[in-house]
């Protein structure tokens, strides 16, 4: 999921760039379950 205020509602290009502005990021795919997505986070079971 990407939440994406401001400019990147009307011009979502720019959302979707490195911090310099100069490249597009690639987002990361996971499973839709949880640990998968925890685990991506880098969170761990207390």
Known sequence: MI???GH???DP???LRN???TGDV???VVPV???SVAEVL???AG
């Open 3 to 5: 939440t994406v205020t």
């Open 8 to 10: 990147g509602l009307k």
């Open 13 to 15: 290009q720019w959302a």
């Open 19 to 21: 911090p310099e502005g």
């Open 26 to 28: 690639q987002p990361t």
């Open 33 to 35: 379950d949880a640990a």
């Open 42 to 44: 880098g969170l761990q």
